[in-house]
């Protein structure tokens, strides 16, 4: 088991997100606003989504990495905290997938 959480990732996240440190990709990421930040994570996204498709393990590993890093400054750069995910998540335990996509309201 890793001693490195998402709780980690997220403080590294808002640590780096409004330094100005010109070496910060997370800085530079940051100042491009939510839209383009929101592109990137679609972006590692399919990556990960092929490295699963093709069954590369490793690609996959580090694709998934790339992916939470750039979801965790998505969150960061629209004020949500991982915080509010686990709560969603927690909410969720008890019931099965199908009964909570049965119970989201109509769209
Ligand atoms: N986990 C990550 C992480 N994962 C991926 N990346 C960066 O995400 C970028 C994605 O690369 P791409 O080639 O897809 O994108 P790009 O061409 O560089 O960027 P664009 O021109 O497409 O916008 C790379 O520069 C990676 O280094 C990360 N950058 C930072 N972190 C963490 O954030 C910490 C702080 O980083 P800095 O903010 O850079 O100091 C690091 O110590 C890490 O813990």
Redesign the pocket.
Known sequence: MSEFSLDD?AA??KR?AY?D?A?????K?MAKGPARIAK?FG??AVEAVIAAVEGDRDALVSET??VL??LAVLLESRGVAFDAVFAELARRTGQTGLEEKASRPAE
């Open positions: 990732l590294i996240v780096r330094s440190d070496s910060s990709y997370t800085a990421l990137k972006e590692e990495a790339d890093y750039h």
